[in-house]
T-cell receptor, first 114, second 110 residues
Framework: DAMVIQNPRYQVTQFGKPVTLSCSQTLNHNVMYWYQQKSSQAPKLLFHYYDKDFNNEADTPDNFQSRRPNTSFCFLDIRSPGLGDAAMYLC?????????????FGPGTRLTVL | KNQVEQSPQSLIILEGKNCTLQCNYTVSPFSNLRWYKQDTGRGPVSLTIMTFSENTKSNGRYTATLDADTKQSSLHITASQLSDSASYICVVEYGNKLVFGAGTILRVKS
């Protein structure tokens, strides 16, 4: 089945220790998104890729970086995680434009910062 | 400012009962409106998606309505089941971006 896969599902890191979250998709969608969702809050868009074009949200901290080596994979790098970065990180994909731009979400990676 | 507001914040109902969740938005220009269901610890899953010209869309026991004039939408759940316990998120799209509501947490009790 075509899907959005996130690994790992749970990640524990130490304060200041870099961490990388992974997302892969079998939908062959052009657009990939990374969201941060804190407890009982709406997902907050960090950035998205339209093919290889990277689009950063204005209020996304520099601590968050992303890489998209190919269509299928996208990585979220947190260079120096702080306690406030503990959250669920959601990856989503879509085709560009119109109704077909429905976003399909992965199951998320829950990040704990000790 | 583009905003999506949902009410109530949380809701508890008995299994088998119906319920209606509300969504008001100020997003402009408006492309479409979606309702997502998010189980605890999981990613959101799409329930319905409607353009401005659609008034209602059903998906099994879920029926969404949209009034583009008043910028209001509702999600009606019929004959609720325990598995309906989740957060329901209203999302409005403009361009290639989404504006998320904070969600309504629904708990269905037996």
């Amino acid at each position: 089945d075509a899907m959005v896969i996130q690994n790992p599902r749970y990640q524990v890191t130490q304060f200041g220790k870099p961490v990388t979250l992974s997302c892969s998709q079998t939908l062959n969608h052009n657009v990939m998104y990374w969201y941060q969702q804190k407890s009982s809050q709406a997902p907050k868009l960090l950035f998205h890729y339209y093919d290889k074009d990277f689009n950063n949200e204005a209020d996304t901290p520099d601590n968050f970086q992303s890489r998209r080596p190919n269509t299928s994979f996208c990585f979220l790098d947190i260079r120096s995680p702080g306690l406030g970065d503990a959250a669920m990180y959601l990856c989503a994909t879509s085709r560009p434009g119109g109704l077909s731009s429905e976003q399909f979400f992965g199951p998320g990676t829950r990040l704990t910062v000790l | 400012k583009n905003q999506v507001e949902q009410s109530p914040q949380s809701l508890i109902i008995l299994e088998g009962k119906n319920c209606t969740l509300q969504c008001n938005y100020t997003v402009s220009p408006f492309s479409n409106l979606r309702w997502y269901k998010q189980d605890t610890g999981r990613g959101p899953v799409s329930l319905t998606i409607m353009t401005f010209s659609e008034n209602t869309k059903s998906n099994g026991r879920y029926t969404a309505t949209l009034d583009a004039d008043t910028k209001q939408s509702s999600l009606h759940i019929t004959a609720s089941q325990l598995s309906d316990s989740a957060s329901y998120i209203c999302v409005v799209e403009y361009g290639n971006k989404l504006v998320f509501g904070a969600g309504t947490i629904l708990r269905v009790k037996s």
